[in-house]
Nanobody
C-alpha cells in the first residue's frame, strides 16, 4: 500500500512544520507508523513511531523534545509536529506503516514516497 505524506517545505532555523501521513488505504486495525528521514549522502534513519493500539511512541535521540508524533483516529492520519528545526533536520521524510510494532527498524511493509524538509 502506498502511503501519502504531505506538509514538507522550507523553513528557517527555529521554525516549525507539521507533516501528515494518510493511512486510509491500510486495513490493519492497529498500526505501527514510523517517520524516517534521509539526507543526501546519509543512511535513512528512524525519527519517531507510534503504535495506534496503545498510543506508545518512540523517538530518536536527535529529535526528542522537539518532534511529536500523533494519530488522529477520525481521519486515520499520523502527524509529525516538528519544532525548533535546525539545518541538521534537512532531509526527505518518509512515513511507513506495518501491523507489527517495529519501532524504528527498517522492516516496515508500507512506505510513502517522501516529502522534502529544508531548514536554512
Amino acid at each position: 500500500v502506498q502511503l501519502v505524506e504531505s506538509g514538507g517545505g522550507s523553513v528557517e532555523t527555529g521554525g516549525s512544520l507539521r507533516l501528515s501521513c494518510a493511512l486510509s488505504q491500510l486495513r490493519y486495525n492497529n498500526k505501527c507508523v514510523g517517520w524516517f528521514r534521509q539526507a543526501p549522502g546519509k543512511k535513512r534513519e528512524g525519527v519517531a513511531m507510534i503504535y495506534t493500539g496503545d498510543g506508545a511512541t518512540t523517538y530518536s535521540d536527535p529529535v526528542k523534545g522537539r518532534f511529536a508524533i500523533s494519530h488522529d483516529n477520525a481521519d486515520n492520519t499520523v502527524y509529525l509536529q516538528m519544532n525548533n528545526l535546525s539545518p541538521e533536520d534537512t532531509a526527505m521524510y518518509y512515513c511507513a506503516a506495518d501491523r507489527f510494532n517495529l519501532q524504528l527498524s527498517r522492516y516496515y511493509t508500507n512506505w510513502g514516497r517522501g516529502t522534502q524538509v529544508t531548514v536554512s
